[in-house]
């Protein structure tokens, strides 16, 4: 069995390379596409993070990194609340390790300048990309993590015999996801995600944190109602 320590130490490292690897990409490999990797660099950067955490860690934990989808799975009745809080906590923790990883780095660069939304963080509005409002923000997130959620507990169905390529349907899908998304808010669909890097911004970054917790959980607990009562039922509700 595996211990609940180990659990947490999985969730915490692979919450730590996603945040590390997925916003590190836009601050240090950069956003240009001309000198840097560009937006669909980025996008890659995020999916890829994914897949390599769940093929390094899904047997141990089940690569959640985000709790957003530990919520959901709660909803859908794969998940204990107990161990779901637990997996959030250390989400939340490697998330913050990540980003001050990150920030070490980037601080030691001559050029450095910590701007508003730095670090890669989420945002909208006046001065972020391309300058989306409130609701175009929130809409976003929202649909954006109930279609991650949905590929995520299709994918992961004890019924699908695809299972084996679970990580790559779910990596890739947040690649498309970041591929549409990045100018909106620069894609959250990850409480722990957006909670790392704004804690070092500040400012606007940690103002409209609210967004990028409560759109994405929303987001995940729809999805999960959506696919058992419309899609592929509990055993016990059939």
């Known amino acids: 069995m595996i211990s609940k320590t180990s659990k947490f130490v999985a969730e915490m490292f692979g919450t730590m390379v996603l945040v590390l690897m997925g916003c590190g990409s836009a601050v240090i490999a950069g956003a240009d596409g001309t000198t840097g990797v560009g937006l669909l660099g980025i996008s890659f950067a995020f999916g890829l993070s994914v897949v390599a955490m769940a093929y390094a860690i899904g047997h141990i934990s089940g690569c959640h990194i985000n709790p957003a989808i530990s919520i959901a799975m709660v909803?859908?009745?794969?998940?204990?609340?107990?161990?779901?809080?637990?997996y959030i906590i250390a989400q939340i923790i490697g998330a913050i390790i990540g980003a001050g990883i990150l920030y070490l780095i980037f601080t030691?660069?001559?050029?450095?300048?910590?701007?508003?939304?730095?670090?890669?963080?989420n945002g909208w509005g006046t001065g972020y990309l391309d300058q989306y409002?409130?609701?175009?923000?929130?809409?976003?997130?929202?649909?954006?993590?109930?279609?991650?959620?949905?590929?995520?507990?299709?994918?992961?169905?004890t019924k699908n015999i695809n299972g084996g390529f679970a990580g790559l349907a779910i990596g890739f899908?947040?690649?498309?996801?970041?591929?549409?998304?990045?100018?909106?808010?620069?894609?959250?669909?990850?409480?722990?995600?957006?909670?790392?890097p704004a804690i070092f911004a500040g400012g606007e970054a940690l103002s409209?944190?609210?967004?990028?917790i409560l759109a994405p959980?929303?987001?995940g607990i729809f999805a999960a109602f959506t696919y058992n009562l419309l899609i592929e039922k509990p055993e016990s509700a059939k």
């Open 133 to 157: 409002n409130t609701v175009g923000a929130f809409v976003a997130e929202f649909v954006f993590t109930f279609i991650f959620l949905m590929v995520i507990l299709g994918s992961t169905s």
């Open 173 to 196: 899908s947040l690649v498309l996801i970041h591929i549409v998304g990045i100018k909106i808010t620069g894609v959250s669909v990850n409480p722990a995600r957006s909670i790392g």
């Open 217 to 219: 959980v929303l987001g």
């Open 108 to 121: 030691n660069h001559p050029g450095a300048e910590m701007k508003p939304w730095a670090l890669g963080s």
């Open 208 to 212: 409209q944190l609210w967004l990028f």
């Open 75 to 86: 909803a859908a009745g794969r998940m204990k609340m107990g161990e779901a809080i637990s």
